[in-house]
């Protein structure tokens, strides 16, 4: 394009670049100079799943938890019954006292009395009990009667009795009541044995000369087996 002059050229000129015919410098008008203005950073969206929160781990390890023992249940407090008070041992003459208030009772405790009192009135309670069991055993021993009565009237055997028979005590006396007590005593096997297994006895004054083991020497007695 030719332009007839100058002044007519830089009019023209103008003019094209008001209509943006003729830009030799590219325009950069659409470029905003904003210095202070922040581009904001995009935020991600939250996460559709849900979150769960777990406790911290802990590098130290746990014993699993004991089951607390069962209570031990409490003890029974029994009262302790009271003991029984053991009476007191009576002594061999006590326990003749007692008895002396009983009767004979029946033959053979009356023959076994009848033979302590003439035999042993005299003697200590423990040699009147000698020869109260001195006849028990010869009943039991196989070599003489089986009954107290047949023992105490063998023939031969005891002074005092005559003709088989015994005489006749006073049952009255404290003496008498002593020999029951003592025969009683003897029978029921509530005391001592003074002589165990004497089989005969005879006074310190006599001189039997019997080959025969001694056991016991009571009052004026001599006991043998």
Same mark, same amino acid.
């Given at each position: 394009?030719?332009?007839?002059?100058?002044?007519?050229?830089?009019?023209?000129?103008?003019?094209?670049?008001?209509?943006?015919?003729?830009?030799?410098?590219?325009?950069?008008?659409?470029?905003?100079?904003?210095?202070?203005?922040?581009?904001?950073?995009?935020?991600?969206?939250?996460?559709?799943?849900?979150?769960?929160?777990?406790?911290?781990?802990?590098?130290?390890?746990?014993?699993?938890?004991?089951?607390? $023992? #069962?209570? @031990? /249940?409490? *003890?029974?407090?029994?009262?302790? &019954?009271?003991?029984?008070? !053991?009476?007191?041992?009576? %002594?061999?003459?006590?326990?003749?006292?007692?008895?002396?208030?009983?009767?004979?009772?029946?033959?053979?405790?009356?023959?076994?009395?009848?033979?302590?009192?003439?035999?042993?009135?005299?003697?200590?309670?423990?040699?009147?009990?000698?020869?109260?069991?001195?006849?028990?055993?010869?009943?039991?021993?196989?070599?003489?009667?089986?009954?107290?009565?047949?023992?105490?009237?063998?023939?031969?055997?005891?002074?005092?009795?005559?003709?088989?028979?015994?005489?006749? $005590? #006073?049952? @009255? /006396?404290? *003496?008498?009541?002593?020999?029951? &007590?003592?025969?009683?005593? !003897?029978?029921?096997?509530? %005391?001592?044995?003074?002589?165990?297994?004497?089989?005969?006895?005879?006074?310190?004054?006599?001189?039997?000369?019997?080959?025969?083991?001694?056991?016991?020497?009571?009052?004026?007695?001599?006991?043998?087996?």
């Amino acid at each position: 394009m030719r332009f007839p002059n100058r002044a007519g050229g830089f009019a023209a000129a103008i003019f094209l670049l008001s209509l943006g015919v003729f830009n030799p410098t590219p325009s950069r008008a659409w470029e905003l100079n904003l210095p202070n203005v922040v581009t904001p950073t995009p935020v991600p969206a939250p996460s559709v799943a849900a979150t769960v929160e777990t406790a911290p781990i802990s590098s130290t390890p746990v014993s699993p938890t004991a089951a607390p $023992a #069962p209570a @031990a /249940a409490p *003890a029974v407090t029994t009262e302790a &019954a009271p003991k029984a008070i !053991a009476a007191p041992r009576r %002594s061999l003459a006590e326990t003749v006292e007692a008895y002396a208030a009983s009767v004979a009772g029946d033959a053979e405790r009356d023959c076994l009395a009848t033979a302590v009192y003439f035999e042993s009135k005299g003697e200590p309670l423990r040699g009147q009990l000698a020869v109260a069991q001195v006849i028990l055993n010869r009943t039991h021993s196989g070599r003489f009667p089986t009954s107290v009565c047949g023992v105490v009237k063998q023939k031969g055997q005891f002074s005092f009795v005559r003709g088989g028979r015994l005489p006749a $005590a #006073p049952r @009255a /006396a404290a *003496a008498w009541h002593k020999a029951v &007590a003592v025969a009683r005593m !003897a029978i029921e096997g509530t %005391s001592e044995r003074p002589a165990p297994n004497a089989l005969f006895f005879h006074a310190r004054s006599v001189s039997a000369g019997w080959h025969a083991t001694r056991v016991a020497q009571i009052g004026n007695h001599l006991f043998y087996r």
